[in-house]
């Protein structure tokens, strides 16, 4: 079965602090990668996005991912957190055309001052 | 990017009632949408595929009676909660496909709605 797993449940960093959260599927076909972020009390946003070609996405707001296909990851990475990085990073992805989407359990960042 | 609002925001009914959840695309048409349940703390989980014109494919373990899809036009779908239970109570978040190119489509998602059922 196709499935989405998210390594950290639950990170806590310093501002400043590099993240790198750890995204890995298990399909062996074609598929779209995404993050999205959750903000408390917002819905969820894209922060990127990856169909084809280079490997290495950047999203918004100095977010970055590297898609691996040998070891099916999509870790998700910022060089310097802020406080307002504080909230919840979904890791997606789509393995046929419909669209259809399946998340990881998400993880929850908390950024300290 | 596309927009996609739900309505209500937040809604608390009694036992036993009905509930009717409202997606809309607001500036795009949307031949399928998706409504998802998400758990405190959790994931999303889907539950259904909503297709313009047609019936809905609800995912394994999600009652279609329970969980009514109607997607009458190409900017609305609604979810109808029937009969609703406090184990129904849920964040209840839809979402619109919207085709890239070819193979390649995104998914905008709407604000979820806060169901609280007493």
């Known amino acids: 079965a196709q499935s989405v797993s998210q390594h950290n449940h639950h990170v806590i960093l310093s501002e400043a602090a590099s993240l790198e959260l750890g995204c890995n599927y298990s399909?062996?076909?074609?598929?779209?990668l995404f993050w999205y972020v959750q903000y408390p009390g917002q819905h969820l946003q894209l922060l990127l996005k990856?169909?084809?070609?280079?490997?290495l996405v950047k999203g918004i707001k100095g977010f970055e991912a590297e898609f691996i296909k040998s070891k099916f990851s999509f870790n998700l990475r910022k060089p310097s957190v802020q406080w307002s990085d504080t909230a919840e990073y979904f890791c997606?992805?789509?393995?046929?055309?419909?669209?259809?989407?399946?998340f990881g359990a998400g993880t929850q960042v908390v950024v300290t001052p | 990017g596309a927009v996609v609002s739900q309505h209500p925001s937040r809604v608390i009914c009694k036992s036993g009632t009905s509930v009717k959840i409202e997606c809309r695309s607001l500036?795009?048409?949307?031949?399928?949408m998706f409504w998802y349940r998400q758990f405190p703390k959790k994931s999303l989980m889907l539950m259904a595929t909503?297709?313009?014109?047609?019936?809905?494919?609800?995912e394994q373990g999600v009652e279609k009676d329970k969980f009514l899809i109607n997607h009458a036009s190409l900017t609305l779908s609604t979810l109808t909660v029937t009969s609703a239970h406090p184990e129904d109570s849920s964040f209840y978040i839809c979402?619109?496909?919207?085709?890239?190119?070819?193979?390649?489509?995104?998914?905008?998602f709407g604000p979820g709605t806060r169901l609280t059922v007493l």
């Open positions: 979402s619109a496909r919207v085709e890239i190119s070819g193979r390649h489509n995104e998914q905008f």
């Open positions: 399909y062996g076909g074609t598929v779209n």
């Open positions: 990856y169909f084809s070609g280079d490997p």
């Open positions: 997606a992805v789509k393995t046929d055309s419909w669209g259809k989407f399946q």
């Open positions: 500036d795009f048409q949307a031949t399928t």
């Open positions: 909503s297709n313009e014109g047609s019936k809905a494919t609800y």
